[in-house]
């Protein structure tokens, strides 16, 4: 199956407004291309509130957190995608709140520090720690005990991934769940899903690259568990995984044998493929209809582990 009607029409728009290769710009001129607004209008919820906390080394962390109306017990820490230099809280507001409504659950959306200004492990310490306050912390957000789940999108799902290992292998924090959607698993730029030119959409290997120059510029250290997961700890106690991939999409391969290294482990594994998606797609919520499918798939899902 093809890309969808509406992603292709915006493919070709973004094509024709783009004056140069994506990754042939700095982070500075990427960041300027103001994707905010391509989500769209975001749906209301009872309340967003931002609040800043304490993270590594004296650095001060932002977590927006987003409550539904309809709320029940449990919370969302979400990692936004942007290959750890690019991403907002304002960019992926209405695909959060889109998420809240739907789950039921509170979410809250870490705006963790960027490279090449914070390289590696700086993403990876500020999720840890936003984690670990969510935990401690879930009477001012939900109610004390209430389920956790960890989730994320592309670089942000590499962020859920390595998060979840650390809180399994430090015994830290139960997780109930781990939401990876077209996560980021390793530095391997060679998979045949990299190599297919059916794959070159929204994200393209030359973007991939250009985003592990900024993020780990010492390739010695990019097959480090935390920031390439798929060279963790692979255990039975890992958090049970809802992953979701895209037949149009240069991770596919390593996003497919890390689910399959985690069910060979023994960890329970729940997948959604869409076969006519592209990477980036759940962001676009006002764009693509699938992205509000994929929300509403995600809190059908969580729906398992909050009973």
């Not at 520090?113 to 492990?121: G, N, T």
């Not at 973007?207 to 692979?234: M, Q």
């Amino acid at each position: 199956m093809s890309l969808d009607v509406e992603t292709r029409k915006l493919l070709d728009e973004l094509s024709a407004s783009t004056r140069s290769p994506l990754h042939e710009l700095t982070p500075a001129e990427f960041r300027g291309l103001d994707l905010a607004e391509l989500p769209g209008v975001a749906p209301e919820v009872r309340s967003s509130k931002e609040i800043t906390i304490d993270g590594v080394d004296g650095h001060e962390l932002t977590i927006r957190i987003l409550t539904p109306a309809d709320q029940q017990d449990g919370v969302i820490v979400f990692l936004h995608g942007g290959g750890w230099v690019l991403g907002s809280l304002n960019e992926y507001d209405a695909f959060c709140r889109e998420l809240a409504n739907r789950s039921g659950l509170a979410v809250a959306v870490v705006a963790y520090r960027l490279a090449p200004e914070d390289p590696f492990p700086a993403a990876a310490e500020d999720s840890w720690a936003a984690l670990k306050w969510v935990s401690k912390n879930l009477e001012t957000i939900t109610v004390a005990g209430a389920p956790i789940v960890v989730a994320g999108d592309s670089a942000g799902g590499n962020l859920a991934a390595v998060t979840a290992q650390r809180a399994a292998s430090t015994g830290e924090i139960d997780l109930v769940s781990q939401v990876l959607i077209y996560p980021m698993i390793d530095s391997n730029l060679t998979t045949a899903s990299h190599r297919n030119p059916e794959n070159q959409c929204l994200l393209t290997t030359e973007i991939v690259a250009w985003f592990w120059d900024h993020y780990v510029p010492d390739s010695a250290d990019r097959t480090d568990p935390r920031v390439a997961p798929l060279h963790g700890e692979l255990t039975s106690n890992l958090a049970p995984l809802i992953v979701l991939s895209c037949r149009y999409d240069v991770l596919l391969d390593e996003i497919n044998e890390y689910a399959d290294r985690l069910e060979q482990e023994g960890v329970e594994v729940v997948r959604r493929h869409y076969v006519d998606q592209m990477h980036g797609f759940i962001t676009l919520i006002g764009v693509l209809p699938r992205a509000v499918e994929s929300a509403q798939y995600i809190a059908d899902q969580l729906q398992t582990y909050l009973k």
